[in-house]
Nanobody, 123 residues
Framework: VQLQASGGGLVQAGGSLRLSCATSGRAWNSRGMGWFRQAPGKEREFVAAIRGSGGSSDYADSVKGRFTISRDNAKNTVHLQMNSLEPEDTAVYYC?????????????????WGQGTQVTVSS
């Protein structure tokens, strides 16, 4: 399974970005997907996750109400819509894929990781 993240960039506070993660591999719609992020000098943290079927999702408290995770199983792609961005959202964002239907917020449950895309929010 290969993951290719895209959509990062520089945006002003209050703005929006949409990240995408294209994947390869079979049984795509049985695999849970997630987004994590890592800011300079900080540990990687959970952002959002979505069930393989797309029926349910989970978010970190810090992004609830601002970020939305979705997936297009026909295109083997997962998205992260980020609205009302804050400087604290600045980080490298990673998409991840799990062999589990819904791995949730635990990074150890994800089996494959993308290369990351930089998101920078200026104040």
């Amino acid at each position: 399974v290969q993951l290719q993240a895209s959509g990062g960039g520089l945006v002003q506070a209050g703005g929006s970005l949409r990240l995408s993660c294209a994947t390869s591999g079979r049984a795509w719609n049985s695999r849970g997907m997630g987004w994590f992020r890592q800011a300079p000098g900080k540990e990687r943290e959970f952002v959002a996750a979505i069930r393989g079927s797309g029926g349910s999702s989970d978010y970190a408290d810090s992004v609830k109400g601002r970020f939305t995770i979705s997936r297009d199983n026909a295109k083997n792609t997962v998205h992260l819509q980020m609205n009302s961005l804050e400087p604290e959202d600045t980080a490298v964002y990673y998409c991840a894929c799990s062999e589990l239907e819904f791995p949730g917020k635990w990074a150890s449950r994800y089996d494959y990781w993308g290369q990351g895309t930089q998101v920078t929010v200026s104040s």
